[in-house]
Nanobody, 128 residues
Framework: QVQLVESGGGLVQAGGSLRLSCAGS???????????VGWFRQAPGMEREFVGL????????DYSDSVKGRFSISKSDAENLVYLQMNSLKPDDTALYYC??????????????????WGQGTQVTVSS
């Protein structure tokens, strides 16, 4: 299977930055070049929502309107890591952040159902 582990969450003041990491491993996992990766988040009492994605090739990224211009996704296939760089953080960004992976042949993924593997999440708290 594919295992994903997020890290890098924490408490930060509004206007600050954090970089989340998503590490891939598992019996059938070889490299993120075989998987598209999405980042999602869930605030207390809210539905989980799409944050951004990166294609398996790494050539395409896209973001929700709420984070566009502030967040960016990158990856290192050699290190089996995908990053979510978050700048100009706002209290509304407070949430549990998840990375998720989908097979590279399953297309571009904007919704949860397109992702087969999920991490356990890392908490991001932005204070005002």
């Amino acid at each position: 299977q594919v295992q994903l582990v997020e890290s890098g969450g924490g408490l930060v003041q509004a206007g600050g930055s954090l970089r989340l990491s998503c590490a891939g491993s598992g019996r059938i996992f070889s490299s993120f070049s075989d998987y598209g990766v999405g980042w999602f988040r869930q605030a207390p009492g809210m539905e989980r929502e799409f944050v951004g994605l990166i294609s398996a090739s790494g050539t395409f990224t896209d973001y929700s309107d709420s984070v566009k211009g502030r967040f960016s996704i990158s990856k290192s296939d050699a290190e089996n890591l995908v990053y979510l760089q978050m700048n100009s953080l706002k209290p509304d960004d407070t949430a549990l952040y998840y990375c998720a992976a989908r097979d590279r042949y399953s297309g571009i993924g904007y919704i949860e159902e397109q992702y087969a593997w999920w991490g356990q999440g890392t908490q991001v708290t932005v204070s005002s």
